[in-house]
Antibody, heavy 119, light 106 residues
Framework: VQLVESGGGVVQSGRSLRLSCAAS????????MHWVRQAPGKGLQWMSI????????YYADSVKGRFTISRDNSKSTLYLQMNSLRTEDTAVYYC?????????????WGQGTLVTVSS | DIQVTQSPSTLSASVGDRVTITCRAS??????LAWYQQRPGKAPKLLIY???NLESGVPSRFSGSGSGTEFTLTISSLQPDDFATYYC????????FGQGTKVYIK
């Protein structure tokens, strides 16, 4: 199992960024996926989950209406579209696999991609 | 929202010590609790799920216990590889993490 995030970088407050997560080594289309972030020197925060087929999506209140999770099962890729970015969105963003849906924890994590939002 | 509180936030210990970290949930989460280890610059690694089940490949010196609102992670004999930050996570209702416990070398 491998999850490789990309798309991070430095962006100005109010702008947009799209993160990608390329999955390999497992049947991507069979698994729900999450995005989890970690601000520098801080703890972990769940952001969003998407069902195996992309039909169900849920978001943390802090990003609802600004971030959109999506997936392309033909490309085994997970996405996070981040709009109206704020300085408090600065964090390492992890792509994470779950063996189930709600009521399940995570089993595999990517290495993360750093997003820095400047004022 | 279910809040999860870990203690202590830092812990100083020596190789061979028995170490215990506590996690408290703001309401009953039955056994829907996991523990993760995170080394600097790395992604978290799952150690324990369902409060007491050891993830495959994790050394048996790690153990978890508890149910309801009080949980513990115990490392029976601390090894050099174990100096890291540990997080608990509830997954009964969405997913929330504790603030983390950093284990330092004494």
């Amino acid at each position: 199992v491998q999850l490789v995030e990309s798309g991070g970088g430095v962006v100005q407050s109010g702008r947009s960024l799209r993160l990608s997560c390329a999955a390999s080594g497992f049947a991507f289309s069979n698994y729900a996926m999450h995005w989890v972030r970690q601000a520098p020197g801080k703890g972990l925060q769940w952001m969003s989950i998407i069902s195996y087929d992309g039909s169900d999506k849920y978001y943390a209140d802090s990003v609802k209406g600004r971030f959109t999770i999506s997936r392309d099962n033909s490309k085994s890729t997970l996405y996070l579209q981040m709009n109206s970015l704020r300085t408090e969105d600065t964090a390492v963003y992890y792509c994470v696999r779950t063996p189930g849906w709600f009521g399940n924890t995570y089993d595999y994590w990517g290495q993360g991609t750093l997003v820095t939002v400047s004022s | 929202d279910i809040q999860v509180t870990q203690s202590p936030s830092t812990l100083s210990a020596s190789v061979g010590d028995r170490v215990t970290i506590t996690c408290r949930a703001s309401q009953s989460i039955r056994s829907w609790l996991a523990w993760y280890q995170q080394r600097p610059g790395k992604a978290p690694k799952l150690l324990i799920y369902q409060a007491s089940n050891l993830e495959s490949g994790v050394p048996s010196r790690f153990s978890g216990s508890g149910s309801g609102t009080e949980f513990t992670l115990t490392i029976s004999s601390l090894q050099p590889d174990d100096f890291a930050t540990y997080y608990c996570q509830q997954y009964k209702s969405y997913w929330t993490f504790g603030q983390g416990t950093k284990v330092y070398i004494k």
